[in-house]
Every structure is written in C-alpha cells, then in structure tokens.
C-alpha cells in the first residue's frame, strides 16, 4: 500500500475512530485501527465488537493494499505533526510508515488477517432522515438512560415509529424518563434499542453535520451511514417497559413559569444541596410562585421563590435536583409547566408551546 492524503483529513478520521477500538487481552488487534485502501480513498475502519465505523477519505493511490495500526500510537503522532498539508502511508511488512516533507516515522502494525470483520447493511430496509432531527431525538433522551447494565433495556434508548406513530425516543432509569417526538413518522420503523454508549458514540461521529442521515436495521444491529462515514451498533434484546402506563393523566397542581428563572435558581440551588442532591420543592397558588430549598450541613442553605402562574392543590415535594435540572435544556419553549399528579407521585415536566418532549421526574423519599 502506498497513498498520498491530506493531513487533516487522515487527523478527523483517526479521532474518529480512535475511541471506538477496544481494549481485549484475548483479540489484542481491537486495539488497533485498519488502514486500508480502493482505486482512489483511504479507508479506516474500528470496532469493539459492539460498535464499528468506517471513514472514508480521498486520496491518492499509488499501490493498493491495508496494515493495521495501534490507535493510540498513531493518534498521538498525528496530533503533533505540524506543517506539510500532504501525508504518505506505505506498507512495510505490516508496519505502517508515515513520511512528510522532511521527517519520516515507523509505527509497527499487526496481522490484517485478525482484524474482524465489520458488518455491511446488505439488502436491509433504509430511511432517511434529517441529522439534525436524530441527533436532536437522542440528545433529548440520553441522559435518562439507566447507567447500569443490570437491565439491559433500560440502558438504552427506545425509538419507534408506525402507521399512525410518530418518530418518537424514549429513555428511563426508572427514577425519570424522557420522551421526545417529531412529526413524521415511518411505517416499516419497528421498535429498537440502542445501548446507552452507542448513542453517545452516534453523538460524538454525527453531531453537527448537516443533511440526511441514513438507517438501515435488523433485530440485531443498527446502521447509521452519513457522507464518509459508515457505524454499525448491536441493538439490545430485549423489550422496553410499557412507560405510557406510568404517565399521569390526572393533575391536582399546575405551575407555569419562565425556564430560564427557573433554570438559573436550580444551578444556585444546587451548590447546597446534600448528598442525595435534594431539593425541597413548595408550590403555593395563594402567593404565586414556587419555592425550592437546599441545605448541606457543611456549605449551608439557599432559598429561592420563583414567581409562577399555580393552579390548583399546594403541596411540598422532594426530588434530586438533577433529575429536574438535566431535562431543561430540551424544552424548546420559554415557557415551561410543571404538572403534578399528587405528592409522592410523578412530575411532569413540558413546554407551554412545545408538546413535542415530556419529562417525569419521581420524587424522593426521604422518610
């Protein structure tokens, strides 16, 4: 193998697949990424076993052929190579020689033979869909997926569409759960699960590229293919819990308020909140606001009234102030409603001009 490319271009897709190899004492060449080659791009490609991406990049080629490489050696040279735009990649035995204008470095490689291969979409069914709209659905989610592998289908993220369904993501860790929905939806689109890391790996490779994103599926993998890039993922087995049952449909308080009031008094709030990131919540219809409490024995406490548009019950509540704060970000209106179905019951969290996204918070027991 010998070819001719730029720079930058080889950087951006070594880093982008540097984090995905694996670190596996029993298939050592996971750590590795494949520099391999067609009549005219460069082609690197790593996995884990779980996830794989490809990156294609132009290129010229002199002589075809592929050599595998230790991520890591190769990303730290890379990222301190300073000057000439072009960079030449030959083969040498397995090893993998680098040459720019004046300076020539040799990174010793591995078998190409070991190196897994990653699966190809084949005949499965594809869609298209804004990246914009993905990356937006799987942000709004992510961070209420369980961080646990105890159960498998909640450290994921649901996403589904049907007939009459729109495209909609769900995630829960059983203390909150997030729902965001667009308005298209896909009839052939059954129901999967994306593992929590593959997500934020999905983030990571496709956040902030414009223009459609394509997706093939089966029962058992995913495939997200974007200009230059190809990522294949396994899906989680398993069923996600039925969560519409657990959404309330009765509300004995609503509070209306501005996010960003509200917003600013959870970060002050949360400087003085104790180990369990309490945070006393009283809501008050008489004087027209919210009140949120924090203490901690050592740092001190915060009390904070946030004006607010309440009807119905009051009532004092305990939730982890993270669980209300993590979810704000996503509401798109100004404007947000806190809707509660009783004490010791689940928090609704929506936009007054967005019902795209929903949140449910539980609230802590603290007794």
């Not at 595998?68 to 030449?88: D, L, M, R, Y």
């Not at 909150?176 to 990571?204: H, M, T, V, W």
């Not at 009783?342 to 949140?359: A, H, R, T």
Request: net charge positive; glycine share 6%.
């Amino acid at each position: 193998m010998k070819i001719t490319c730029l720079k930058n271009h080889l950087k951006e897709a070594i880093f982008l697949c540097e984090k995905i190899t694996g670190k596996n004492l029993s298939l050592p060449i996971l750590s590795n990424i494949l520099i391999s080659t067609n009549d005219r791009n460069l082609k690197l490609t790593a996995t884990n076993l779980e996830i794989g991406i490809e990156v294609e990049i132009p290129a010229k080629v002199e002589k075809k052929g592929k050599v595998a490489v230790p991520a890591n050696i190769i990303s730290g040279f890379i990222s301190n190579v300073s000057g000439e735009e072009n960079i030449t990649l030959e083969s040498q035995n397995n090893n993998l020689l680098l040459s720019v204008f004046n300076s020539s470095t040799l990174i010793k490689g591995q078998q190409v033979d070991d190196f897994p291969i990653i699966p190809q979409i084949g005949n499965r069914k594809e869609i298209e869909i804004s990246a914009n709209d993905f990356i937006l659905g799987l942000k709004s989610v992510n961070y209420a997926s369980s961080v646990s592998n105890i159960k498998p289908e909640i450290a994921s993220i649901y996403v589904c569409s049907g007939k009459n369904t729109p495209l909609t993501f769900v995630a829960t860790d059983s203390f909150r759960l997030a729902e965001k929905k667009f308005n298209y939806s896909f009839p052939d689109f059954k129901g999967i699960l994306i593992p929590q890391r593959s997500a934020s790996e999905i983030l990571r490779i496709f956040d902030g590229r414009k223009g459609k994103i394509s997706l093939a599926f089966d029962k058992n993998q995913i495939f997200a293919s974007m200009d230059n890039i190809k990522f294949v993922s396994r899906l989680t087995e398993g069923a996600f819990p039925d969560y519409q049952q657990i959404i309330p449909k009765k509300f004995i308080t609503d509070a209306v308020m501005e996010k960003n009031a509200f917003n600013n008094n959870l970060k002050a709030a949360s400087v003085f909140s104790g180990k369990l990131n309490e945070l006393n919540m009283t809501v008050g219809s008489k004087n027209g606001s919210i009140t949120i409490k924090t203490s901690n024995t050592e740092a001190g406490e915060h009390v904070a009234n946030i004006p607010a548009k309440v009807t119905g019950d009051d009532l004092k509540m305990t939730f982890n102030y993270k669980y209300i704060y993590d979810c704000l970000s996503y509401v798109s209106s100004e404007k947000i409603i806190l809707r509660f179905s009783g004490e010791n019951k689940p928090l609704i969290i929506s936009g007054v001009d967005d019902n795209s996204f929903q949140y449910i918070a539980m609230p802590m027991n603290l007794a």
